[in-house]
């Protein structure tokens, strides 16, 4: 797995917003899985589902929310920001060089807030929950205990907490190997 702390992305009013940025090392363009937050990428242990997520073929994107933690903006205002800043981060991820540009959002709480506002924007890159379940197959358990790949009316809401098949067994995973972190601050100038 390769990793890149606080990579950059611009929005459209101009705010840099920072994302940490998880990889397979295989060559070749991915499907990508975005997840934004307004409760510091960085201040917690990294949730288990990414190493599940990369381990299966997909770039998986962990990204600050404006005016929160290593992204840039005067003040957190809650909800505000996330459509259009949603909308251009699936843009932004779409446009990677390692991704395919199809990118699922994935989340709940915040998380799932960001993807309700983001839904309305449709930006073409994003895949809906139903859309394509060979390519993103998500299995979601929301407090209504309405899955969304079976909710017609929430298709346009991708919410992945994990995927639909089995995770490869530890011994599969190449052992000895640490995930190549490099920070993006640390490549300016």
Same mark, same amino acid.
């Given at each position: 797995? #390769?990793? $890149?702390? $606080?990579?950059? !992305? ?16 295989? +060559?070749?363009? @991915? ?12 201040? %917690?242990? %990294?949730?288990g589902d990414i190493d599940v997520f990369v381990d299966h073929g997909y770039v998986t994107i962990i990204q600050d929310?404006?005016? %929160? ?6 003040? *957190?205002?809650?909800?505000? *920001?996330? &459509?259009?800043?949603? @909308?251009?981060?699936?843009?932004? &991820?779409?446009?990677? +060089? *390692? ?6 959002? !994935?989340? #709940?709480?915040y998380l799932g807030a960001t993807q309700y506002l983001l839904a309305p924007t449709r930006p073409p890159q994003r895949?809906? /929950? ?8 998500? =299995? ?11 909710? #017609? ?6 919410? /992945? ?11 599969? =995973? ?5 995930? =190549? ?9």
């Amino acid at each position: 797995m #390769q990793i $890149d702390k $606080d990579v950059p !992305m611009t929005t459209r009013d101009g705010v840099t917003l920072r994302a940490d940025v998880y990889r397979p090392d295989a +060559p070749g363009r @991915h499907p990508v899985l975005l997840s934004r937050l307004p409760y510091d990428k960085n201040g %917690r242990r %990294r949730p288990g589902d990414i190493d599940v997520f990369v381990d299966h073929g997909y770039v998986t994107i962990i990204q600050d929310t404006r005016g %929160r933690f290593a992204s840039d903006g005067d003040a *957190y205002v809650p909800l505000a *920001y996330e &459509a259009n800043d949603g @909308h251009d981060a699936v843009e932004w &991820a779409a446009a990677l +060089p *390692y991704s395919n540009g199809r990118v699922g959002t !994935m989340g #709940q709480s915040y998380l799932g807030a960001t993807q309700y506002l983001l839904a309305p924007t449709r930006p073409p890159q994003r895949v809906r /929950a139903t859309e394509r379940p060979s390519t993103i197959a998500v =299995r979601t358990r929301p407090s209504s205990g309405v899955s969304s790949t079976r909710c #017609q009316r929430c298709a346009d809401v991708s919410l /992945a907490s994990s995927l639909i098949g089995p995770t490869p067994p530890r011994s599969s =995973r190449p052992r000895g190997r640490r995930p =190549r972190v490099s920070n993006w601050s640390d490549r300016a100038g």
